[in-house]
C-alpha cells in the first residue's frame, strides 16, 4: 500500500478516523501488542474493517508487524509525533534539563509531571544510579491521591474542586493508599505547611516519592517535580530534610524559568 495512503480510504470519513483511533487506543502499557483478533474483540469492529485499518496504519508507521509472530506494536510515526508534542510543552523545554541534572546529582529517579484531567500525565523521566529503571516513566499517568506528584498538583485547589475532580475514585494500591477525600484534604495541607509532598509505599511497596508544585508566570500550579526511588535509596529517616530541601529548590529553578515571580505566591516553605 503506497506511503501516502490515508484512512479516509478505507471508507467513512471521520467515522473511519475514528475507528482507526480506537486500535491505537487498544495498545496499552500492559498490552504493548496485539493479535488481529485481539483488536476485533476490543474494538468490536468487524475483521476485514480491523484487517484494513491496520494495513493503512502500518503503511503509515502507526504500527509496526513482526510477521513470525503475527503481533501489531505501536510504530515510529506514534513516537515521532509524542516527540513533537514533548518539544512544544514550555514545561518540557523548560525541565528536562534541571530534572536530569537532579537525578544525576542525588542518584534517584527524577520526574515532572503535569495534570490531565482526573490523572498526572509525565512529561520527564531520569533514572539515577540508584533507581534504575528498564523502561520510561514518559506518557505514562498516574492517580493523584496515590502519589507525591499527584498532591503537589492539587495543592492550590479548594476540596471542592477536588471533590469534583475525584468523586469517590480512590483506587487503592496498598494499605498505605488514601482512600477518600478526608484523607488528601489532610496530607495536601501538610504539603502546603511544608513546601513539599510525599508518597511513602502508596503507590507500590518498598517506594517513596517527594514532590515540589511548579508556577507559571500567573502563580497557578500547571506541574511537579519529584525525587523518587527505593525506600533503601532515599533513606527518608536520614535524608528527608535534604531531599526535600533540593526538589523545592529545582521546582523553583523550573517556575522562575516559566516566569513565576516568589513575590506573587508563597513557593517554598522551610523544611
Same mark, same amino acid.
Given at each position: 500500500?503506497?506511503?501516502?495512503?490515508? +484512512?479516509?480510504?478505507? !471508507? !467513512?470519513?471521520?467515522?473511519?478516523?475514528?475507528?482507526?483511533?480506537?486500535?491505537?487506543?487498544?495498545?496499552?502499557?500492559?498490552? %504493548?501488542?496485539?493479535?488481529?483478533?485481539?483488536? +476485533?474483540? #476490543?474494538?468490536?469492529?468487524?475483521?476485514?474493517?480491523?484487517? $484494513?485499518?491496520?494495513?493503512?496504519?502500518?503503511?503509515?508507521?502507526?504500527?509496526?508487524?513482526?510477521?513470525?509472530?503475527?503481533?501489531?506494536?505501536?510504530?515510529?510515526?506514534? +513516537?515521532?509525533?509524542?516527540?513533537?508534542?514533548?518539544?512544544?510543552?514550555?514545561?518540557?523545554?523548560?525541565?528536562?534539563?534541571?530534572?536530569?541534572?537532579?537525578?544525576?546529582?542525588? !542518584?534517584?529517579?527524577?520526574?515532572?509531571?503535569?495534570?490531565?484531567?482526573?490523572?498526572?500525565?509525565?512529561?520527564?523521566?531520569?533514572?539515577?544510579? #540508584?533507581?534504575?529503571?528498564?523502561?520510561?516513566?514518559?506518557?505514562?499517568?498516574? %492517580?493523584?491521591?496515590?502519589?507525591?506528584?499527584? &498532591?503537589?498538583?492539587?495543592?492550590?485547589?479548594?476540596?471542592?474542586? =477536588?471533590?469534583?475532580?475525584?468523586?469517590? $475514585?480512590?483506587?487503592?494500591?496498598?494499605? &498505605?493508599? =488514601?482512600?477518600?477525600?478526608?484523607?488528601?484534604?489532610?496530607?495536601?495541607?501538610?504539603?502546603?505547611?511544608?513546601?513539599?509532598?510525599?508518597?511513602?509505599?502508596?503507590?507500590?511497596?518498598?517506594?517513596?516519592?517527594?514532590?515540589?508544585?511548579?508556577?507559571?508566570?500567573?502563580?497557578?500550579?500547571?506541574?511537579? #517535580?519529584?525525587?523518587?526511588?527505593?525506600?533503601?535509596?532515599?533513606?527518608?529517616?536520614?535524608?528527608?530534610?535534604?531531599?526535600?530541601? &533540593?526538589?523545592?529548590?529545582?521546582?523553583?529553578?523550573?517556575?522562575? !524559568?516559566?516566569?513565576?515571580?516568589?513575590?506573587?505566591?508563597?513557593?517554598?516553605?522551610?523544611?
Amino acid at each position: 500500500m503506497p506511503r501516502s495512503t490515508t +484512512v479516509r480510504e478505507v !471508507g !467513512g470519513g471521520t467515522q473511519s478516523v475514528e475507528r482507526a483511533l480506537s486500535l491505537l487506543r487498544a495498545f496499552t502499557e500492559e498490552h %504493548p501488542e496485539r493479535r488481529v483478533s485481539e483488536l +476485533v474483540q #476490543l474494538t468490536g469492529l468487524g475483521q476485514s474493517t480491523v484487517s $484494513r485499518l491496520v494495513g493503512t496504519l502500518e503503511a503509515l508507521g502507526y504500527v509496526t508487524h513482526d510477521a513470525r509472530s503475527g503481533l501489531y506494536r505501536i510504530g515510529p510515526t506514534v +513516537v515521532g509525533l509524542a516527540g513533537i508534542a514533548l518539544n512544544q510543552s514550555p514545561i518540557h523545554r523548560q525541565s528536562r534539563q534541571i530534572a536530569q541534572d537532579l537525578a544525576s546529582e542525588l !542518584g534517584l529517579g527524577a520526574n515532572v509531571a503535569e495534570r490531565h484531567g482526573a490523572e498526572l500525565f509525565y512529561l520527564c523521566n531520569f533514572e539515577g544510579r #540508584l533507581a534504575p529503571r528498564s523502561f520510561t516513566l514518559v506518557g505514562r499517568s498516574g %492517580p493523584l491521591h496515590a502519589t507525591a506528584m499527584g &498532591k503537589a498538583l492539587l495543592s492550590d485547589l479548594t476540596a471542592d474542586e =477536588i471533590e469534583s475532580l475525584l468523586g469517590a $475514585r480512590y483506587p487503592v494500591y496498598t494499605p &498505605k493508599t =488514601i482512600a477518600d477525600l478526608d484523607g488528601l484534604l489532610a496530607a495536601l495541607a501538610d504539603g502546603r505547611s511544608r513546601g513539599y509532598t510525599t508518597e511513602l509505599e502508596e503507590l507500590a511497596f518498598g517506594r517513596a516519592c517527594l514532590a515540589a508544585p511548579v508556577r507559571d508566570r500567573s502563580g497557578r500550579v500547571v506541574a511537579a #517535580l519529584s525525587v523518587s526511588g527505593p525506600l533503601s535509596a532515599l533513606d527518608l529517616p536520614h535524608r528527608q530534610d535534604e531531599l526535600a530541601l &533540593k526538589v523545592i529548590e529545582h521546582a523553583d529553578q523550573i517556575s522562575t !524559568g516559566l516566569g513565576y515571580h516568589a513575590s506573587a505566591t508563597p513557593l517554598s516553605a522551610t523544611v
